[in-house]
């Protein structure tokens, strides 16, 4: 099952499948579905709703022109294949699609377009028995030249045509669909709401020729489909605005919760109704909400709303990890950033499921090492992968976003995508698959290594070289970023450099590993002559700019770049020093992991001030930017979680493969700790207390597993199974199992 743009599956009316998960024209997903379980005895009706957005669709919607297989996989089941006969199509007028603009965009908008529905256009009970579809056109197959007139896989068609969409089969799982209901109606105007509204349990009638408005609260940012159920109130008709939060009369949103004086802008749909008995009414394409506004005006005949709800629905990760800690204040941080990943991941990692739902490589890093380490369920970062190897060019480069029909190039993002396929590695080991990324790896260290200049540095590079949204970086642009030796792009490319050394090595390119590694080294000497500066023990931003920040010094940090010694009085001016350009939320990841190697991991847990804002803020998902930021659901910013999982339970694949565990626990002023994260072999598990000078630990390793343990000074051979430890600042010794028995104080 496939189509372009997107399709939903129906057996007898009921929903059993919807899609294609994006990709391009040479990768176009399929579908596999087992509808036996809707069949019947008698007669049985599959249909499907197809639609292309055409000029209107979604910037990561790639498509050819308008279309839909079915293909039975037996010869008794070929009877639903689209190439059969069979199969009637009706083109409805009930949808007009129309651009987002103006006010209502809040900035760079390229996801779904407005919606306008008008239900006397609709062929109502269409997908159910009995439907009549006598006046319904015979479905036409598609033929063209070199191209076959049955759907085939990929790389099959005669004479190796690519005329078409080249089908692979879906990768990833079909999302999670759950119904959700708001929390409360926090604003009624013209009409008097009854109290079971929002719950589903009572109607709302509107009376005719009324004007009312509804505003309704979900109570916590969440991505879907809503659903609206109505009787009656032919002429009527609704505008439904969906928004993040609201804005008072100065633009400013404050805090999420508040709604007096605020007014809401953003996305809208439109329905017309026409008077029929429990019309539902549910958006093609998913929205992103807390607020929901519905204006209704009424004409002659009252409209009742018997029901309005949304569909949850996201990719189905599903936690396997848990943190706690004698410090209040985190949980409701860790539940933040978890709804921020769940809202940014669908069919693809998201930047924000509002704005733009594009996956770009440096989101996905980010969102992608969240995911594994709180699910285990690595299938959406191989997918990822895979796309943007797919995306890549002629020169080499991946595209910034992929799937994406707005081709865009952000340099620095190929550089992230060779750390996620290192990641990858790390976390899954798969020689395999990381073999079949190496080409675009050295594709893309190729790509720079023709821009180093006569310095030994990279010179000018085109397209857009993006590292952060600091705010003296214009557009994101680094000093040097566009006209050549950017010190912060230079240690990026460092970082890739190392890390594809490591991976030549483990897949025996021993002279590719060598290659890597010494120019990495010249570069790195090339720095220190031209970029360190030895009054200020930084490196500067560029070789033409005085400045200094918190982004070049960190990737100088992660690339040991900075000389012997150096590296944690770089990171203790990294954060004392105000003058320093400082990092947003999305590049503190790389300046949390810089503190981490340079031995300051106990601060971590003090620099989640902004978190706890988000919070106190009625914020339930994370920001793209410190205040005023356009985006409330940026999932860069839900980093903290793999932090305290990764950071303050020190929790770190050792080899690849995660076949070998570090753990250096960092608590930082916490007096308990505990959590879990899923393994390949099975769970993790680590429980602290620390009492004066003393760490008391009990760790659990899956059987097959070995680790280290270091705390301090103090080092310890895990095995598989339970350890039992206690540790000083320069020693751990194993003690009776039990005897270290961290409890949660109580209150907490």
């Keep these: 099952m496939s189509a372009d743009n997107r399709y939903r599956l129906y057996v007898n009316g009921v929903e059993v499948s919807n899609g294609p998960a994006r990709g391009d024209l040479l990768h176009w997903r399929y579908e596999s579905v087992d509808i036996a379980a809707h069949l019947k005895p008698g007669k049985n009706v599959i249909a499907a709703l197809v639609w292309n957005m055409g000029e209107f669709k979604p910037a990561a919607q790639i498509s050819l022109r308008t279309a839909l297989v079915v293909q ?147 109570g916590a940012l969440t991505v879907g489909y809503p659903v609206l159920i109505t009787s009656g109130g032919a002429g009527a008709k609704a505008t439904i605005i969906f928004a ?61 709303i018997d029901s309005i709800e949304g569909i949850f629905a996201a990719y189905p990760f599903k936690q396997k990890a848990a943190f706690e800690s004698d410090a209040k204040w985190i949980k409701p941080v860790w539940d933040m950033n978890w709804r921020a990943l769940r809202m940014s991941a669908f069919e693809t990692f998201w930047d924000t499921p509002y704005y733009e739902q594009l996956q770009y490589v440096g989101d996905t890093r980010i969102e992608a090492l969240m995911s594994v380490y709180q699910t285990g369920d690595d299938r959406l970062m191989r997918s990822a992968i895979e796309q943007f190897d797919d995306s890549r060019t002629s020169e080499g480069l991946t595209a910034s976003s992929y799937p994406s029909s707005l081709r865009q190039q952000i340099p620095p993002f190929s550089l992230w995508w060779v750390a996620m396929v290192h990641d990858y590695w790390m976390l899954r080991g798969d020689p395999a698959f990381v073999r079949g990324r190496m080409q675009g790896v050295r594709d893309v260290l190729d790509w720079f290594d023709r ?157 989640l001030g902004p978190w706890q804002e988000m919070i106190r803020n009625g914020m339930t998902t994370t920001a793209e930017t410190p205040e005023p930021t356009r985006s409330d659901s940026h999932a860069w910013a839900a980093h903290p979680n793999y932090q305290l999982l990764a950071t303050v339970l020190g929790i770190r694949p050792a080899t690849p493969g995660f076949k070998h565990i570090a753990i250096t626990p960092a608590l930082g002023t916490l007096k308990f700790a505990q959590g879990q994260m899923p393994h390949p072999a099975g769970a993790i598990r680590a429980s602290y207390r620390q009492a004066k000078d003393k760490l008391f630990a009990d760790v659990t390793l899956p059987l097959t597993v070995s680790g280290d343990f270091v705390w301090r000074s103090a080092k310890f051979d895990l095995k598989g199974g339970k350890n039992s430890i206690v540790c000083t600042a320069d020693q751990c010794r194993p003690v009776k199992a039990g005897s270290v028995r961290p409890v949660v104080p109580k209150g907490e």
């Design 451 to 607: 821009h180093v200049d006569e310095t030994g540095l990279l010179g000018p590079m085109p397209w857009w070289n993006y590292l952060d949204w600091a705010k003296s970086y214009p557009g994101g642009i680094p000093p040097g970023g566009g006209k050549g030796h950017s010190v912060a792009i230079n240690l990026q490319f460092v970082m890739a450099l190392q890390q594809a050394a490591e991976l030549e090595q483990a897949l025996d390119r021993p002279d590719d590993a060598k290659r890597n590694l010494e120019l990495a080294n010249r570069i790195i000497a090339t720095l220190r002559t031209k970029a360190w500066d030895e009054g200020r023990g930084l490196f500067v931003d560029s070789l033409e700019a005085r400045s200094f920040s918190q982004q070049t010094n960190s990737l100088a940090i992660l690339a040991n770049a900075v000389p012997d010694g150096m590296a944690k009085p770089v990171a203790e001016k990294m954060l004392a020093d105000k003058d320093l350009e400082p990092a947003t939320f999305y590049f503190r990841l790389y300046v949390d992991e810089a503190m981490r190697s340079a031995g300051l991991a106990d601060r971590y847990l003090s620099r």
């Design 244 to 304: 993040e939060s609201l804005f008072d009369a100065a633009g400013n949103k404050g805090n999420r919760a508040e709604i007096e004086g605020k007014t809401i802008r953003g996305l809208r749909d439109t329905i017309r109704f026409d008077g029929g008995e429990g019309r539902r009414f549910q958006s093609l394409w998913l929205r992103t909400w807390r607020y929901v506004q519905v204006e209704i005006e009424t004409g002659d005949q009252p409209l009742r």
């Design 72 to 218: 039975g996989d037996s010869p008794e089941a070929a009877v639903v294949s689209t190439g059969s006969g069979g199969w009637k199509v009706f083109s409805s007028r009930a949808y007009t699609f129309k651009r987002v603009e103006g006010d209502d965009t809040g900035g760079f908008y390229v996801a779904g377009p407005r919606e306008e529905f008008d239900a006397g256009q609709a062929p109502w009970g269409w997908e159910q028995p009995g439907f009549d579809a006598g006046g319904w056109t015979e479905a036409k197959p598609i033929v063209q030249q070199f191209a076959s007139p049955v759907a085939l896989a990929r790389g099959t068609q005669f004479n190796g045509s690519a005329a078409e969409w080249q089908l692979v089969p879906r990768n990833i799982p079909l999302p999670e669909q759950t119904p959700v209901r708001f929390a409360s109606v926090r604003r009624a105007e013209g009409v008097t709401v009854p109290a079971g509204f929002a719950a589903g349990k009572q109607a709302l009638t509107v009376p005719p020729r009324t004007k009312a408005t509804l505003l309704l609260d979900q």
